[in-house]
Every structure is written in structure tokens, then in C-alpha cells.
């Protein structure tokens, strides 16, 4: 109870009553997992219990707002129980509301919750599997909600988005990332080959940054690059530590998407090396035509392996 009661002002009893229902839905197991579907088949809402009226009922008014042929068309679809109540699963009963003709005061509109609110809502029937870990993840916590990047009445793109697209979505908040996709060597996310939910499950992970895969940032891209994931004979230390301690992963101007450009990303940390000499090293042995071999060249022309090698011989991961 009381978790509306915050900032709702005159909408406090209605949403004290929608809490109660949230907690009476929730405590249905399993309602709507498709799986559930064989264990109820009825479809028809309880109408006039509890204060529901049924979706019929509020169609006679809102046509408009009908969401036949999407995901939430309840009625019509098999794999959702009686449980539901069709426009009522997020309105909340609307008996008072119909009874007043239309009394505005007594629905619940989540656009007038706060999104953590709203996201209660949705989260009575979307806690499972991809959103088991919502509660407290990145986004709840900081108050951007379901109803912040989805719309149930008007979406703009698949999976009931707000934007067309994952990056029109995610730009609006997060610029800086989304605009390496213009950076000239990028994931191809404007390719359309990834989105940005290929890495990431913007819904809670338990891996850091909100990535999808494994608990790490290095298995993360291995659940893709498997031939990275090693373990090598001979580790590079710092492969074996993040991969993004080398590569961006949304995008560079240098190749392979690297945080700098050959030679200089070994020389951040081989700063001296007994052979070949760094630029560094020809720096301080002026007249050196070792060190103007180096410079300019890429340490992997030499050093191929350098994710790890499994050559016996493969120490310096020339081989
Ligand atoms: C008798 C006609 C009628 C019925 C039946 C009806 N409504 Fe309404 N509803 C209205 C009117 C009128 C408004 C107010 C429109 C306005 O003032 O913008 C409204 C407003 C709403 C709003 C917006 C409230 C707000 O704060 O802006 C929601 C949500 C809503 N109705 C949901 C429902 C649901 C769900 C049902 C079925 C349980 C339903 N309505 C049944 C007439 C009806
Ligand atoms: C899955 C949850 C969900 C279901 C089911 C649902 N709605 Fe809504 N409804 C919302 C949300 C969320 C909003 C707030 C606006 C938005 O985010 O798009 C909303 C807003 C509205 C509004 C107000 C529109 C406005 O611009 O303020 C009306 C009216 C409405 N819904 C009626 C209905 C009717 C009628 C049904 C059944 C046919 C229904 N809703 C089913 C979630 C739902
Ligand atoms: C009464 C249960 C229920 C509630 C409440 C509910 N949903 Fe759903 N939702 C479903 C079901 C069932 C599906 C279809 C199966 C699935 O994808 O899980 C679905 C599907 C979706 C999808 C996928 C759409 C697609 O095209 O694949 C989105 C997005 C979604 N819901 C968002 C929301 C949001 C946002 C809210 C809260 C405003 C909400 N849902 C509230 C039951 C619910
Ligand atoms: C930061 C934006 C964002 C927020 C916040 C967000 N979603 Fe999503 N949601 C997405 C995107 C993008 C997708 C499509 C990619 C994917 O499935 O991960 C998606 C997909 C979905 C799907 C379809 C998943 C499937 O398996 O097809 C459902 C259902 C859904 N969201 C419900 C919710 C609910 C419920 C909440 C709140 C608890 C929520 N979303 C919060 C962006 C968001
Ligand atoms: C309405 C604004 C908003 C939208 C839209 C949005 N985000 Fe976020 N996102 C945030 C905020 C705020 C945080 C928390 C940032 C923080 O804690 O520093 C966050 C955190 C994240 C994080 C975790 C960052 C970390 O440091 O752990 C990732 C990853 C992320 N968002 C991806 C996405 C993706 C992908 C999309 C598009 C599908 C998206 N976001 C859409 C606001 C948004
Ligand atoms: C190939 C996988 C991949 C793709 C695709 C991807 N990301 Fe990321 N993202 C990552 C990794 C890995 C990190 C963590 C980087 C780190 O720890 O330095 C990250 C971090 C982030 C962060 C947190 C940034 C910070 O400074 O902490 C945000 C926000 C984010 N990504 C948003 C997005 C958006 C938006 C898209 C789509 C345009 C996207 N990502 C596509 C892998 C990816
Ligand atoms: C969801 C799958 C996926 C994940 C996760 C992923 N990648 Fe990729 N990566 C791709 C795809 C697809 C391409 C483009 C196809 C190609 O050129 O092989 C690519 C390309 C690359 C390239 C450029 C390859 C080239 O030949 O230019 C690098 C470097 C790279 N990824 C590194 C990473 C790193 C580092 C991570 C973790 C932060 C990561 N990837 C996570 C799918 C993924
Ligand atoms: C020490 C720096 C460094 C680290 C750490 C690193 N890489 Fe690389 N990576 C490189 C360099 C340099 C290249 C370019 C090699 C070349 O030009 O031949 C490269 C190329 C790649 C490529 C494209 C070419 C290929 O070999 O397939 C992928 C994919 C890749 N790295 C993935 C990863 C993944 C996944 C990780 C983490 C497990 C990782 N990298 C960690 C330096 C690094
Ligand atoms: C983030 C720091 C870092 C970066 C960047 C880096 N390395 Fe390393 N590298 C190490 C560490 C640490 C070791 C292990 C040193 C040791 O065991 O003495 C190592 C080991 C090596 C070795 C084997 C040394 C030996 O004694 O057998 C070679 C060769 C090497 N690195 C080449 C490169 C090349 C080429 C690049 C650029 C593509 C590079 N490294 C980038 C940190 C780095
Ligand atoms: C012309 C080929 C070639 C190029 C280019 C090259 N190396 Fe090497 N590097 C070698 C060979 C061969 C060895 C093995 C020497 C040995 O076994 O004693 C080696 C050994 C190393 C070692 C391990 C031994 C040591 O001296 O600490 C490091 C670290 C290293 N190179 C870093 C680099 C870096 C950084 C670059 C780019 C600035 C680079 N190398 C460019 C051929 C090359």
C-alpha cells in the first residue's frame, strides 16, 4: 500500500485501490507466461466483480485506444488467462469511472504516475526471465521507467517502442555512445547487422553496464568472439584482463575499432622493450635506424597473436 501515495495528490484513493489489485494480481502464479495457457483457458473477464466492467465496456467509449493485433490483446489470445482483465490488467478496475460516465478522477492513467510507479504496473505480469532483474537495475534507479522507452497505445516501432529504432530511442539519453556509430570503424549497429540490445539488456543484468551476457565485460564479447575467449598457452596479460582496455566497443576512428592507433596502443604500456626498440627508446638513441623501423609500423605485423598463443613457441605471439 502507499507506494502511489507520494506525489499522487487527488488520485490517492483510486491508485491506493490499484496498488491493492497489483498486489492481488501478483499473487496469481504464473498468469501469464505463455506457458500458463494450459493451465487456464477461459477468456472472459469477470465482469461487474470487484469493480471490473470488462473490456467491452470500456471500448464502448475509447475505441481509439484498442490495441487489437498487438501483444496486449488479451481476449484474443490463447495464451492469456482469466486473470487478466484486458484494458482493466493496467487501468486498474474501472467500475467508478464508468459509473461517473467517464469520470477521469477515478481511473488510473499511468502518463500521471511518476515511470517508477507506472513501472509497477507492468511489472505485475513482466518480472520473469529478460526482466527478473529490473527492480533496481540502472534505469529503475534512476527513475526511467517501461513507459519511458515503451508506449502501449501509440508505438513508433517494434516491441512497442517509443522511436522507430533502438538508436532513435537510446540518443535521447545517451548521445555520446550512440553517435560512434558514426565514428569511421563502429559495431555495425547502423547496418542494422546488431542492435544496441544485442549487448546490452536495458531491462537489468547481472553483468556491470547493463550487458547481457555473463558476469564480465570479456565474456560478454566472447559470447560472440568465441575464438577470443582462450584460455591461450601463452595469455596477454591485459586480453585476458577487458577487452575494452583496447577496443571500443561502440565504435573508433582507428581500425579495428582500437582506443589508439598502432603503435601507440602497445606503447601505453611497453613503454621499453629490450627488442624491437619503441619510438621511445630511438627518442633517447638518437640516430638509431632501429627505432625509425618501428616507428609508423605496426607491432602486429610481427606480434600476430596478439589476443594469446597456442604455439609452443608462441611466448611473444609471433606465432
Ligand atoms: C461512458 C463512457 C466511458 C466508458 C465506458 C469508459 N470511459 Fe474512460 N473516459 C471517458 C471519458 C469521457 C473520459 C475523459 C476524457 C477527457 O476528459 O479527456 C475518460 C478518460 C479515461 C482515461 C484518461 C484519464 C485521465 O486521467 O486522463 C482513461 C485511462 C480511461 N478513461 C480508461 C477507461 C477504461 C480502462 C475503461 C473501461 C474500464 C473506460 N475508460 C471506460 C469515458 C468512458
Ligand atoms: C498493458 C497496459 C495497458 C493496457 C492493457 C491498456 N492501457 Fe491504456 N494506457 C496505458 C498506458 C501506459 C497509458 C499512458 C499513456 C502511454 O504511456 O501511452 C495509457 C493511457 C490510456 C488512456 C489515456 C490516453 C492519454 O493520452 O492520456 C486511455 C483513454 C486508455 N489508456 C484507455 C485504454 C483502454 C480503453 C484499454 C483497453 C482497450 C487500455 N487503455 C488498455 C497502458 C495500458
Ligand atoms: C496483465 C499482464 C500484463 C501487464 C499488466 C502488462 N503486460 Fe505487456 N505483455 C503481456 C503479455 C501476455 C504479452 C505478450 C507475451 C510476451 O511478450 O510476454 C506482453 C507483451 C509486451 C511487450 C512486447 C510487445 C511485442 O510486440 O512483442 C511489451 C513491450 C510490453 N508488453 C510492455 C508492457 C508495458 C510497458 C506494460 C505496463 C504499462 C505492460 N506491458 C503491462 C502482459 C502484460
Ligand atoms: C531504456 C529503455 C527501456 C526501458 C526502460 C524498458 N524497456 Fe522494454 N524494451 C526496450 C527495448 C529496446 C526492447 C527490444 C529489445 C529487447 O528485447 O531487449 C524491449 C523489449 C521489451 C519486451 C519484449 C521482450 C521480448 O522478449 O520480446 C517487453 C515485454 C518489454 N520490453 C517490457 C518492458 C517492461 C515491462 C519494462 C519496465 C519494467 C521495460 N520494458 C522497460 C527498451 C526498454
Ligand atoms: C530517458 C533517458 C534514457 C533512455 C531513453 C535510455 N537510457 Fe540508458 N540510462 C539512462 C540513465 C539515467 C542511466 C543511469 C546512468 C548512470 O547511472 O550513470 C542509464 C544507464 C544505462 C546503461 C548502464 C550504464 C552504466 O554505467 O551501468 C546502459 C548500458 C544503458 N543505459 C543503455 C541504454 C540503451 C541501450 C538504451 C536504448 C534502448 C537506453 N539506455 C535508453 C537513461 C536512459
Ligand atoms: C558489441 C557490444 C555492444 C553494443 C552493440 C553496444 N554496446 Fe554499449 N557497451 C558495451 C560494453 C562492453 C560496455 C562497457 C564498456 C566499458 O566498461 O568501458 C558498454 C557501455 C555502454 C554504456 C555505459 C557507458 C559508460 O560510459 O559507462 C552505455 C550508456 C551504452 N553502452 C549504450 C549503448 C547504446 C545506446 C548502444 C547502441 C547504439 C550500445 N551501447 C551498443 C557493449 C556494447
Ligand atoms: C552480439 C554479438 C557481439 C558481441 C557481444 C560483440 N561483438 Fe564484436 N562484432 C560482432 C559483429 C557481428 C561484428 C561485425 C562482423 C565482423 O566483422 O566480424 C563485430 C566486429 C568486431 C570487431 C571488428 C572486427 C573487424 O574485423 O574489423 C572487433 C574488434 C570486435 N567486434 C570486438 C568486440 C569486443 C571487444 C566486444 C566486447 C566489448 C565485442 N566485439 C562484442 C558481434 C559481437
Ligand atoms: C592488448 C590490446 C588488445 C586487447 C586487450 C584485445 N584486443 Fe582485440 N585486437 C587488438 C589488436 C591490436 C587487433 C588488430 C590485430 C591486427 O591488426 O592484426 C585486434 C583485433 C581484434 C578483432 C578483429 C580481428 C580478429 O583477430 O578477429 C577482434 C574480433 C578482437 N580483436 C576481439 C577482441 C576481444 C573479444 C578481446 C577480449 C577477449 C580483445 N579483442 C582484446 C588488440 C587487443
Ligand atoms: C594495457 C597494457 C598493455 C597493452 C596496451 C599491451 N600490452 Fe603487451 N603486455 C602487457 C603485459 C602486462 C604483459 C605481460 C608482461 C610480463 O609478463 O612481463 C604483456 C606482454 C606482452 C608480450 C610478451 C612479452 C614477453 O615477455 O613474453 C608481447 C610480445 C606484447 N605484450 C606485445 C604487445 C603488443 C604488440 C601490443 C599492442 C598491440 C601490446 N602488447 C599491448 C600489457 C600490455
Ligand atoms: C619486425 C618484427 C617486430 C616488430 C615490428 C615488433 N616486434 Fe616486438 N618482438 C619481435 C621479436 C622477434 C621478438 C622476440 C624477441 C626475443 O624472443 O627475444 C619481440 C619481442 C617483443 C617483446 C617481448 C620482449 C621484450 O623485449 O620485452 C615485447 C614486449 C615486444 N616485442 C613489443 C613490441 C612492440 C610494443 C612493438 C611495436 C612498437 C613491437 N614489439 C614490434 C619482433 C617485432
Partial sequence: MGRFKRTLGPAVPIAGALALWIV?????PAATTPAAATVTTGTQAPAQVNGYVGEETCLTCHEAQSYKGTAH??????RTPAATH????????GQAHVDGGGDKTKIVNPKNLTPREASEICTTCHDRKEHALWSGSQHDSRNVGCTTCHSVHT???PKQLK????????VKCHANIVNKQHRFNHMPVREGELVCTSCHNVHGSA????????????ESCTSCHTEKRGPYLWEHAPVAESCVTCHDPHGSNNDRMLVAKQPYLCQRCHV???HPPTIYDGYLLKNSSNANKIFGRSCTICHQEIHGSNSPSGKAFLR
Avoid: I, M, Q, W
Avoid at 522511436?163 to 537510446?170: G, K, M, Y
Avoid at 553483468?207 to 570479456?218: C, M, P, S, Y
Fill in 73 to 78: 490483446a488479451f481476449a484474443a489470445d490463447e
Fill in 86 to 93: 484486458g484494458c482493466e490488467s493496467c487501468h486498474g478496475p
Fill in 163 to 170: 522511436e522507430a529504432t533502438e538508436p532513435a530511442l537510446c
Fill in 272 to 274: 621499453t622493450s629490450r
Fill in 207 to 218: 553483468n556491470v553496464k547493463l550487458l547481457r551476457a555473463g558476469t564480465t565485460v570479456d
Fill in 155 to 157: 508505438p513508433k516501432g
Fill in 24 to 28: 492481488a494480481v501478483a499473487t496469481v
